[in-house]
């Protein structure tokens, strides 16, 4: 029994971990797919094509639940390393007295047992610090795609478009949103996109090896950028099928 208890305390953290992470990528997903159904608040419909853009493809509208899960588990972490650990420290000293020839010293027992929790904190830090980088330079890429867009008095039309298309392609991935196939426009909730078809010069579909399998990206050559922008696929006939449609527009 008490070594089921111990393994129950050192796995506890982890398996928080693990299902907050599965649960924060479920509702990411649920979130994107709304908005690719357009599934949003009408006062969202009713802003101008440059804050209805921004509002809907910036980050952290979908990464929401990955900041508050992250900012949960470092607190539950936090409060479970300090207080664990002062207690198990205050059991240790009780059996140093006990047995004053174990050669193990408390705070080294702490620290043995509290390993995983630890290293799980300095992770947890790391992937929300990363994460607000990321934050910070993906708005200001979409910033800039919403500005070029609007010089080319784009912005108004990929609206409409937006709206008004209920061709989704489904891409199989869980981190990355559905595909919006509109009459004029090519839509990508995440990573964000906003392509007009007239600025597409070719797309391939590039396979590549992974130890979970194979995955698909449409690889797009644009005439109006020659930054490189690529959207995974799960399925080979999936991808296919989209770059054909995107092609013959």
């Known amino acids: 029994m008490t070594m089921f208890g111990m393994i129950g305390e050192i796995m506890f953290i982890p398996l928080i971990f693990i299902l907050s992470i599965f649960l924060a990528l479920a509702a990411r997903k649920r979130i ?5 159904f357009v599934e949003v608040d009408e006062n969202l419909k009713d802003l101008g094509p440059r804050e209805f853009f921004y509002n809907i493809l910036k980050i952290e509208r979908a990464a929401n639940p990955i900041y508050c899960i992250e900012i949960f588990l470092l607190i539950v972490d936090t409060v479970y390393i300090l207080f664990g650990g002062y207690l198990e420290y205050l059991k240790e000293l009780e059996f140093v007295k006990e047995y004053p020839d174990f050669s193990i010293s408390p705070i080294t027992s702490v620290l043995i047992k509290f390993g995983i929790p630890i290293f799980l904190w300095f992770v947890i830090l790391f992937l929300l ?21 609007d010089e080319g008095n784009l ?11 209920d061709r989704i392609v489904g891409t199989g991935i869980m981190l990355q949103s559905d595909l919006k196939l509109g009459n004029r426009y090519l839509f990508c909730v995440y990573p964000a996109y906003i392509i007009p078809y007239s600025w597409i010069y070719d797309v391939k579909v590039d396979k590549f090896l992974s130890r979970g399998g ?28 989209a770059r054909d449609f995107i092609l013959k527009k």
């Open 129 to 149: 610090l990363f994460a607000l980088f990321m934050r910070k330079k993906e708005n200001k890429r979409i910033f800039k795609m919403l500005d070029d867009l």
């Open 155 to 165: 912005l108004t039309y990929a609206k409409e478009d937006f709206i008004n298309s």
């Open 32 to 36: 994107m797919r709304k908005t690719v």
């Open 214 to 241: 194979n995955y698909y990206s449409l690889k797009f050559t644009l005439n109006k950028s020659f930054d490189s922008i690529q959207i995974f696929f799960a399925k080979k006939n999936i991808a296919e099928k």
